[in-house]
């Protein structure tokens, strides 16, 4: 097996905005982002986007959808229960939503289903020339050694053996990318969370897998070859190596963070507490509580990030 780092990776055009590296794609006359139904030669990508600062994605389009609700009343642009569009409603893979400078979209569940989703997200900002962009994938997970309700904030994403880097297979070889979120931005994220005092919140590393059954060493799947003792014994060795929550997506968001140059973050609620068992038990209405603590946070996180943005000093700086 042959394995390239590739993280050294020159970006082909960034100007002082978004990296992509790809120089196919610089000479091509029209981008097609077939999976958004939007295109450079249907749509102007400056005017629709061009002010975009903040990016949040989630796996739900419903969850994605209150989130810009929110935001729009908290930002002083709209009330919660007013309507906003879907800018992808020509397709029903993404759901989109802009509010201000904040995107929201859907990524759907799992690594395959949001790494299309990012690299046409990626391009989309880098067609719209945005720069300084904060990319923060709002989420649920299973704890490990933590309260249901606590939301971690991922300090790097692991793989199912601990590792702390995404792999993927190109070309047959195997690419290996660094999982590590923007540390900065984790502690400002941590500090709202310290300032809203409504619920526990921790940076810490996030395991990320392909599966949710037996690729999180659950007993209650269609299929399940290990026993309660293996299951066990491997949460706790993921908690021996600082795991404290497990996700789907992490890995790859991460390493497309690093690779476009955004500052990343990944802030996901604890459903359950896994070394406590595996099926989510608790009521929709304690459930929809606990998918709006990360909302909450990011919510204020952009809040204050504006505000500073305006402080006189700051005027002649980008946000
Ligand atoms: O809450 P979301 O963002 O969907 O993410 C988590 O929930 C899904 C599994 O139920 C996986 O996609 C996992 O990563
Ligand atoms: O246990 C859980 C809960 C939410 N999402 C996951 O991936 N795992």
Not at 93 to 107: D, E, I, T, W
Not at 284 to 302: A, E, G
């Amino acid at each position: 097996m042959e394995y390239k780092q590739t993280n050294d990776e020159k970006p082909t055009s960034s100007k002082d905005g978004l990296h992509i590296s790809n120089r196919h794609l610089v000479s091509q006359k029209e981008d097609i982002l077939y999976h958004f139904d939007l295109g450079t030669s249907t749509h102007d990508f400056v005017a629709m986007f061009g002010d975009i600062k903040f990016v949040c994605v989630g796996g739900s389009r419903w969850r994605m959808k209150a989130f810009s609700q929110h935001m729009a009343e908290m930002l002083g642009l709209g009330n919660a229960t007013d309507d906003i569009p879907n800018i992808c409603e020509g397709t029903d893979r993404y759901n989109m939503y802009k509010v201000g400078p904040v995107l929201a979209v859907s990524h759907g569940m799992g690594i395959p289903s949001i790494s299309i989703m990012l690299h046409e997200l990626i391009k989309l900002l880098y067609h719209a020339k945005c720069f300084d962009v904060t990319a923060i994938r709002i989420g649920t997970s299973g704890g490990i050694g933590v309260e249901p309700g606590s939301v971690v904030i991922t300090r790097t994403s692991l793989d199912a053996s601990f590792k702390p880097y995404f792999e993927m297979n190109v070309l047959g070889k195997t690419m290996i990318h660094s999982t590590q979120l923007h540390t900065c931005l984790g502690q400002e994220l941590l500090k709202c969370s310290k300032e809203i005092n409504e619920f526990p919140t921790l940076i810490a590393d996030t395991m990320c897998t392909s599966d949710f059954y037996e690729g999180q060493a659950r007993l209650d799947g269609a299929f399940c070859t290990y026993t309660e003792e293996e299951k066990m014994e491997y949460l706790q060795s993921a908690h021996a190596a600082g795991v404290r929550n497990i996700e789907m997506e992490s890995s790859v968001f991460a390493a497309m963070c690093i690779r476009s140059g955004m500052k990343g973050a990944v802030v996901c609620v604890c459903l359950l507490d896994r070394l406590k068992g595996d099926q989510i038990t608790s009521s929709h209405q304690v459930l929809n509580d606990y998918q709006i603590r990360p909302q909450k946070l990011v919510t204020c996180f952009i809040k204050k990030q504006l505000k500073k943005a305006l402080e006189p000093q700051n005027l002649s700086n980008r946000v």
